[in-house]
Nanobody, 124 residues
Framework: QVQLVESGGGSVQAGGSLRLSCVAS???????VGWFRQAPGKEREGVAA????????AYADSVKGRFTISQDVAEKTAYLQMNSLKPEDTGSYFC??????????????????WGQGTQVTVSS
């Protein structure tokens, strides 16, 4: 079992920045960590993912060039740096971990472990 704890959410104005952190109880036993978000009334969507062994990253088109996912393996932590935030980035942000490489990185079903989420609110 892997426990994940997110932090770093908050309220910012459009154009601002936030950095989310996801601390895992065990890190390198997983293959991939993803960040997802969910706005009220919408489905959870994949935002970014990082493959732990290679540090290869992937992003949703909506956040490319604005968000950066990274990791500190020694600290068992994944980060999501969010710049140039827009009102449409508002939502609950979740980190998730997968022990397998397979499947689409942006598919929530491919992840076995989830954090409780942290709220991000971007005002115009």
């Amino acid at each position: 079992q892997v426990q994940l704890v997110e932090s770093g959410g908050g309220s910012v104005q459009a154009g601002g920045s936030l950095r989310l952190s996801c601390v895992a109880s065990t890190y390198t036993s997983n293959k991939r960590v993803g960040w997802f978000r969910q706005a009220p009334g919408k489905e959870r969507e994949g935002v970014a993912a990082i493959y732990i062994a290679s540090s290869t990253t992937a992003y949703a088109d909506s956040v490319k060039g604005r968000f950066t996912i990274s990791q500190d393996v020694a600290e068992k932590t994944a980060y999501l740096q969010m710049n140039s935030l827009k009102p449409e980035d508002t939502g609950s942000y979740f980190c998730a971990a997968s022990w397998a490489y397979g499947g689409w990185w942006y598919a929530a079903d491919e992840y076995e472990y989830w954090g409780q989420g942290t709220q991000v609110t971007v005002s115009s």
